[in-house]
């Protein structure tokens, strides 16, 4: 037991009951009169008090167990009984000495005392007047000390009266707050006329700091100590306010769910008795219901039926609840076995194909053969059935088809989809793969997670109401990666035949079938799709439109479109092929369609506004007219090529483009001086060393180009390749510039209606390259005639339209010696360099 002295937990009226009761056995206490207004004597026993402030005019109950403190009592009680009471500064001192005690203590008389069987003596201690130590006398055995009485004001003053009747009104509110203060206190508050006891006596009884009660122990007068104690007792009515409303609050609460349990088994026992069944049992019998009709595969019924019988035993309250109602929802909704019947007409598919497409041949070959092929599977189902004898056990038969697009923009990939769906009779459906980077947007979410909801694949099965639609993924080359994990990897199930006829979706955790699902995916380039995806899927190509293709897509499909949506009539507004053409070569410069389409509609609204004025009533269209309704052409290619070309050192080179195919510039030009060789034009590191390779094949052939060998020691070479704002790269520019320097250097021009694309080596080979038809399309768009390509892509030409190979002279180049005679002038305008 420590040195000090703590507050027993027993009230004042229960002390002294025990000590009455004690009294009897112990006989070595006898009380003082009442009435006897006691002597301070000038030196008194310091007893310390931890946690405990004892005022004067209040009985506290005490207990001693320490040694020192109990010798201490023994000493006190054979004689006046008085003693000082002085609280420690810090509670959690064992042995407080004269430093560790405020100086304000209280005067205090032993009334009752008795010893318990656990050692310690138990103290009914009663408060008689405030005293201040002057000096200590001793601390052994015990604390002793000279003293001083404190005298203590009293004023009967209005504002004191106010004061009074504040403090006893907050002390009622708080002691109906605090059950444990006795009401006998309650009573003699109400009735009590000295200030000052008041303030005591409720002091003595509210939960006070150890600092707060010392300082209104200090205090002299007693309307500071009424205002100190009205602060005190503020705060403590706002803590216990506040506990009991968040209590009733709680307790609201607990008796509002009662009453609703309460209810719904009153509810669930009125529906027995008029044999019905309750909310949850409809509901649960309407699940299983569904689950019988869905067609589900045998694992998935499997689990759907567990969750279900989870979900019957759980109460409608429960959040587990709407979590497994939420996933039977989407197993029962989701269309197992809802499919659509295949046209597999051939005939009909190719007309509804060349019905909304101009062209594609290779693609619309593609889809009769997969119709025709489902067709005879169809057809000999019953034969193959019986042919046991070549049945493959570990590859299973292919249902779907895994078909990407690759192409420039605008030249119909994403319509295609619609259009194949048409003619196969099946349900289409489009989702963009542009910018996702989240697997889970394909695979979905754990049904752990709040809020979990499965892949974009199964929510567009269950949007479609079929499982085998046609689905088109549009711009799978735009896919993401980030931390959140790789969707093009969470693909490789979907477009996999092989595999995905299981797919399991994180959210739903239960096989799918996908064979049966057409799907179309796009790109405009094939290299940022990864390998692994890209082995999976039957790549087709498509590639810019010719003119005249361009011309007969607007006749046929664009112009059309625009009167309807303009709000014209068919008989209000006529394009003459000559301004179809006129439009594709001046104002347009695509691969695709878009920007023509944009540029009819913009003629159209021309019309429109006129024949809204009353101006017009019938517009024919033609080249002259042209200028008037779209302005000023924007491309003129064909002059741009003469004029560029018409000196030593600029080649036309042809390039490949995400967008198309595109006219390369390269220029050459030589200044006297010392620092070599440099390029320009943002090339990439690939082009430039197709940069160095040219110069030095050309000063290795320097005496057989007639090219002064000293030449090179006393200029500088600049080689630039507009747009310098555009990054290139690539080796296919090779021998457009190894004819460029060779130009410059010889000082004969290069043919204006020549361009020309291939890779080259220190032999001077010419080396095939990628993007033939795209850059021959391009050159044919632009208006030259002869191209020159490496003679091993030959085979390439097979894929030009005929109409473009019979518009074109073609130079089949093995070496740079082929090119540059087919390129270069005969003779020079100029003297060559030396």
């Avoid at 050459?668 to 990439?684: D, N």
């Amino acid at each position: 037991m420590n040195d000090q002295i703590e507050r027993d937990e027993l009230n004042a009226a229960e002390a002294e009951n025990v000590a009455e009761e004690e009294d009897i056995k112990i006989s070595d206490a006898t009380e003082p009169s009442e009435n006897e207004e006691p002597e301070i004597p000038s030196e008194l026993p310091i007893l310390p008090l931890r946690g405990l402030v004892v005022y004067p005019q209040t009985a506290i109950p005490l207990t001693v167990g320490q040694p020192r403190s109990m010798k201490l009592v023994d000493d006190v009680v054979g004689g006046t009984r008085l003693i000082g009471l002085f609280t420690a500064k810090n509670p959690e001192l064992e042995t407080p000495g004269p430093d560790d005690i405020y100086r304000v203590g209280t005067l205090a008389a032993i009334h009752r005392l008795f010893r318990a069987p656990d050692g310690t003596i138990r103290l009914l201690v009663q408060g008689l007047a405030r005293i201040e130590i002057d000096e200590y006398l001793a601390e052994e055995p015990y604390l002793r000390a000279r003293v001083h009485p404190l005298a203590e004001s009293v004023e009967e003053t209005l504002e004191v009266e106010a004061l009074t009747r504040n403090v006893v009104d907050q002390f009622t509110r708080l002691a109906d707050l605090v059950p444990s203060i006795p009401s006998e206190l309650i009573s003699s508050a109400l009735n009590v006329e000295d200030p000052l006891q008041l303030v005591y006596a409720v002091a003595t009884y509210v939960r006070i700091d150890l600092e707060e009660g010392q300082k209104l122990l200090e205090l002299d007068d007693v309307e500071g100590k009424l205002r100190s104690l009205m602060g005190i007792l503020g705060k403590e009515l706002e803590v216990l306010e506040l506990g009991r409303k968040i209590q009733t609050e709680a307790q609201t609460e607990m008796e509002k769910m009662q009453r609703e349990y309460y209810l719904r088994e009153q509810l669930k026992a009125i529906q027995r008795e008029l044999g019905e069944g309750d909310e949850q049992a409809v509901e649960v019998d309407e699940f299983r219901k569904k689950i019988a009709e869905a067609g589900m595969p045998e694992e998935a019924e499997k689990e759907a039926l567990r969750e279900l019988d989870r979900l019957s035993k759980l109460p409608i309250a429960a959040a587990e609840y709407g979590v497994i109602r939420t996933y039977l929802d989407w197993l029962t909704d989701f269309p197992w076995s809802d499919r659509t019947e295949d046209n597999l007409n051939i005939a009909h598919a190719r007309k509804v194909l060349d019905e909304d497409h101009y062209g594609l041949k290779d693609i619309k070959e593609r889809i009769l053969e997969y119709l025709a092929v489902r067709k005879l599977r169809a057809e000999r189902a019953d034969e193959r059935a019986e042919d046991d004898g070549h049945k493959d056990y570990v590859r299973r038969e292919r249902q779907g088809a895994i078909l990407c697009f690759v192409g420039p923009p605008g030249v119909g990939k994403t319509s295609l989809g619609a259009s194949i769906a048409r003619a196969m009779g099946r349900k289409f459906t489009r989702m963009s793969l542009g910018g996702v980077r989240d697997e889970a947007e394909i695979r979905g979410f754990r049904r752990t997670y709040v809020g979990a909801m499965p892949g974009r694949i199964i929510q567009t099965l269950r949007r479609v109401e079929s499982i085998n639609p046609v689905i088109m993924l549009d711009e799978i080359d735009k896919l993401g990666r980030d931390f959140r994990g790789d969707p093009a990897s969470a693909l490789l199930e979907v477009l996999d035949p092989e595999q995905n006829h299981e797919f399991r979706d994180h959210y739903l955790d239960v096989a799918v079938d996908l064979s049966e699902v057409l799907f179309i995916t796009t790109a405009n380039e094939l290299e940022p799709i990864p390998g692994p995806l890209r082995d999976r899927m039957e790549i087709i190509q498509l590639s810019g439109y010719t003119e005249q293709e361009k011309v007969e897509i607007a006749r046929q499909y664009l112009v059309p479109r625009q009167i309807r949506e303009n709000g014209l009539r068919t008989g209000e507004i006529e394009l003459s092929t000559d301004a179809l053409f006129t439009i594709v070569r001046d104002y347009t410069r695509e691969a695709g369609v878009r920007t023509l389409e944009r540029e009819i509609g913009r003629a159209a609204r021309k019309v429109v506004t006129r024949i809204a004025e009353g101006i017009d009533e019938h517009v024919v269209i033609d080249k002259a007219k042209l200028r008037d309704l779209l302005g000023n052409p924007r491309y003129g290619y064909r002059e741009e090529i003469e004029e560029r070309t018409d000196r030593p050192g600029v080649a036309t080179g042809l390039a490949w483009t995400p967008v198309g195919g595109e006219v390369l510039f390269v220029e050459a030009a030589r200044m006297p001086g010392g620092k070599g060789f440099q390029y320009t034009g943002q090339l990439g590191e690939v082009m430039q060393e197709s940069a160095r390779t040219a110069l030095s094949y050309i000063r290795s052939q320097a005496q057989s180009l007639g090219i002064d060998s000293g030449l090179f020691e006393k200029n500088d070479i600049h080689l630039h390749v507009p747009a310098g704002a555009v990054p290139k790269d690539g080796p296919s520019a090779g021998v457009t510039m190894a004819v460029a320097l060779a130009s410059l250097l010889t000082a004969r021009p290069v043919r204006s209606h020549v361009a020309m694309t291939g890779e080259i080596t220190l032999r001077g080979k010419v080396l095939p390259v990628g993007g033939i038809k795209d850059k021959v399309l391009a050159a044919h768009r632009l208006g030259v005639d002869t191209v020159i390509i490496p003679k091993k892509n030959e085979n390439d030409l097979e894929d030009l339209p005929d109409e473009v190979r019979n518009d074109l002279h073609f130079v089949l180049a093995e070496t740079v010696d082929e090119v540059l005679t087919a390129a270069l002038e005969s003779e020079p305008v100029a003297a060559p360099m030396s």
